[in-house]
């Protein structure tokens, strides 16, 4: 059975740093791709980072570039997204995703890439 399960979430100040994480088990993040999501409360879901199989490639939605970083430790077979100079309009609920066939040299932006999905972790961002 898989899961994948976030956690680092909170509640900071504008312009604080936060690092989500996000452990697999019954998964290996190994040449898999990974990315993290968000839903903001009335708001679909939208893609903030993602990672290829390798490791090697990252993408960012443009909210977010300069300011966060998505890495993998496949060692620990854990996703990271560090969040720094975090605004209010980062609150949101994070969602880290897996998807369920290796690919070493794509990442994926879009949810219906992805298949495997954890219970996510709320940010919130105040003023």
């Known amino acids: 059975q898989v899961q994948l399960v976030e956690s680092g979430g909170g509640l900071v100040q504008a312009g604080d740093s936060l690092r989500l994480s996000c452990a697999a088990s019954g998964l290996t993040f190994t040449g898999r791709p990974t990315g993290w999501f968000r839903q903001a409360l009335g708001k679909e879901r939208e893609f903030v980072a993602a990672i290829s199989g390798s490791g090697g490639t990252t993408n960012y939605a443009d909210s977010v570039k300069g300011r966060f970083a998505i890495s993998r430790d496949n060692a620990k077979n854990t996703l990271y997204l560090q969040m720094n100079s975090l605004k209010p309009e980062d609150t949101a609920v994070y969602y880290c995703?897996?998807?369920?066939?290796?690919?070493?040299?794509?990442?994926?932006?879009?949810?219906?890439?992805?298949?495997?999905w954890g219970q996510g972790t709320q940010v919130t961002v105040s003023t």
């Open positions: 995703a897996a998807k369920q066939g290796v690919s070493r040299n794509y990442y994926y932006t879009s949810l219906k890439d992805y298949d495997y």
